[in-house]
């Protein structure tokens, strides 16, 4: 999961591929219907993968205490929530 984020969420290189989609989909109210299935991908993958919650709850000291204790050699990630505030 924190592989996911790392590589799709907005701590990845141009914020990521999927949260900048989910960003998107909210700026155009939320469609749901008569929507093309490849326009919105990203907010899909986002919603899936748990979005804005998932991402914080990663952020998270406990979170980060147990893979540092189970995964010691890991690249570290940002202690920095970089969710987009303007996103919503």
């Known amino acids: ?3 996911w984020y ?3 969420g ?5 914020g990521g591929t999927s949260y900048p989609g989910y960003c998107k989909w909210l700026s155009a109210g939320c469609p749901m219907e008569n929507v ?8 899909v993958a986002w919603l899936i993968w ?3 919650a ?3 709850w990663l952020k998270t000291q406990r979170i980060r205490k147990l893979l540092a204790k189970h995964f010691p050699n890991r690249k570290q990630a940002s202690v920095k929530n970089n ?3 303007n996103c919503k």
């Open 6 to 8: 790392a590589r799709h």
């Open 36 to 43: 093309s299935k490849s326009k919105f991908r990203g907010a």
């Open 10 to 14: 907005p701590d990845a290189v141009n």
């Open 50 to 52: 748990g979005g804005d």
């Open 83 to 85: 969710l987009n505030n």
């Open 54 to 56: 998932a991402y914080k």
């Open 1 to 3: 999961m924190r592989a």
